[in-house]
């Protein structure tokens, strides 16, 4: 009979072990992305063609976009 009840104490504690990790996992690709889209934006600038700076431009989008996703769901998360 206890060990149901230290098996139900283990889960939670993993269930809550394991959001830590998502949580960290999630903050890791938000800072990633973000550097990504930093270093997109800086070669849109400095890109000497219009071809160039419009793919650049385009992959910052895409990255930023990401991150802005990360960053809503760790705020979605922080709050349940």
Do not use: W
């Not at 009840?5 to 903050?27: I, K, P, T, W, Y």
């Not at 431009?57 to 922080?78: C, G, M, P, Q, S």
């Amino acid at each position: 009979p206890s060990f149901g009840r230290l098996a139900a104490h283990d889960q939670g504690v993993s269930r809550v072990a394991l959001g830590v990790a998502d949580m960290e996992n999630f903050e890791s690709k938000l800072e990633k992305y973000a550097a990504r889209a930093a270093k997109c934006e800086e070669q849109a600038r400095e890109a000497t063609d219009a071809t160039r700076q419009d793919f650049y431009e385009v992959l910052a989008r895409y990255f930023r976009n990401l991150a802005d996703d990360f960053k809503k769901t760790i705020e979605k998360r922080k709050t349940a």
